[in-house]
């Protein structure tokens, strides 16, 4: 099986910066779109960044959020900055094959941001 590793997750005060990397493992990594999703408590997992032919972010997140991927790393990236509270939640990486669908889902990664 695919398996898609989150790391970078953590605790920052508002206004603070994080860079969440994930590591994929699958063999043709550039024909997959890949995506940051996240998820609060009680709350519906949404979409933040994806980035495959174009690059779409949220609303809540343009202009603070950027999304970047390594081909030759196999690595999907998530600079945050300038970080809200209401950025608090698990973080999830999305694999989705351009072509014929498959997707694969990371385990999460948790970023909190409070005083």
């Known amino acids: 099986q695919v398996r898609l590793v989150e790391s970078g997750g953590g605790l920052v005060q508002p206004g603070g910066s994080l860079n969440l990397s994930c590591a994929a493992s699958?063999?043709?990594?550039?024909?997959?779109?890949m995506s940051w999703h996240r998820q609060a408590p009680g709350d519906k997992r949404e979409l933040v960044a994806l980035?495959?032919?174009?690059?779409n972010y949220a609303d809540s997140v343009k202009g603070r959020f950027t999304i970047s991927r390594d081909n030759a790393k196999k690595i999907v990236y998530l600079q945050m900055n300038n970080l809200k509270p209401e950025d608090t939640a698990v973080y999830y990486c999305?694999?989705?094959?351009?072509?014929?669908?498959?997707?694969?889902w990371g385990q999460g990664t948790q970023v909190t941001v409070s005083a």
């Open positions: 980035i495959g032919t174009n690059t």
């Open positions: 699958m063999t043709q990594f550039s024909n997959y779109a």
């Open positions: 999305e694999a989705e094959h351009r072509f014929d669908g498959r997707n694969y």
